[in-house]
């Protein structure tokens, strides 16, 4: 089974994620997380309510094979980057207002 990490704020929206297998610790996923959000510059707070208090999350998916999640996961990606194009929208338009 093919499992999932996902950083958290209380309001379960998402600020990053990660697939892995069953051979992988779960605290080298939190690692490598947190390394690539400072390596991509990704603020430690949610960026739709803003919450600084975030968790990580660890669960199974129903996948069998890393292939099968990574075609799932890259179609809800593109998802979530449209949706977080439109609140940084709405957000900008908010700030000008």
């Known amino acids: 089974m093919i499992h999932i990490a996902q950083y958290l704020c209380p309001n379960r929206h998402c600020i990053i994620a990660m697939l892995y297998d069953r051979y992988t610790s779960k605290r080298s ?39 099968e999640a990574e075609a799932e996961a890259k179609k809800v990606q593109a998802k979530n980057l449209a949706s977080r194009l439109v609140i940084d929208q709405m957000k900008r338009e908010a700030r000008n207002n």
């Open 29 to 67: 996923v939190e690692v490598r997380l947190i390394a690539t959000m400072f390596e991509c510059v990704i603020d430690h707070r949610c960026g739709i309510c803003g919450s600084t208090q975030l968790e990580f999350e660890h669960g199974v998916t129903k996948f069998k094979t890393m292939a």
